[in-house]
């Protein structure tokens, strides 16, 4: 069963950045569509970007121009790379495949926007 492990958050302020790393095992990750979700405290899970097996990128409106998802299947890891980061982004950041291939949750990573 493939199996997510996120890292990277952390404390930073307004405006800054920080790159977070999910790395997977147990699945063919190559084929896999893959996404970044968080949840902030008293909401639900939202997805925020997408990056397809052939590469194809998406975004919710909130993070367009801010964010950027990429991959490296070689290492089996996909990125978040956060710029200009508000706190209205704080939350705890998931990974995980989309659709039928999506696998249990992991611990996720906590990002905090503050100053």
């Known amino acids: 069963q493939v199996q997510f492990v996120e890292s990277g958050g952390g404390l930073v302020q307004p405006g800054g950045s920080l790159r977070l790393s999910c790395a997977a095992s147990g699945g063919i990750f190559s084929i896999y569509s893959m996404g970044w979700y968080r949840q902030a405290p008293g909401k639900q899970r939202e997805l925020v970007a997408t990056i397809t097996s052939g590469g194809n990128l998406n975004y919710a409106d909130s993070v367009k121009g801010r964010f950027t998802i990429s991959r490296d299947n070689a290492k089996n890891t996909v990125y978040l790379q956060m710029n200009s980061l508000k706190p209205e982004d704080t939350a705890v950041y998931y990974c995980?495949?989309?659709?039928?291939?999506?696998?249990?949750w992991g611990q996720g990573t906590q990002v905090t926007v503050s100053s």
């Open positions: 995980n495949a989309l659709g039928y291939l999506s696998g249990p």
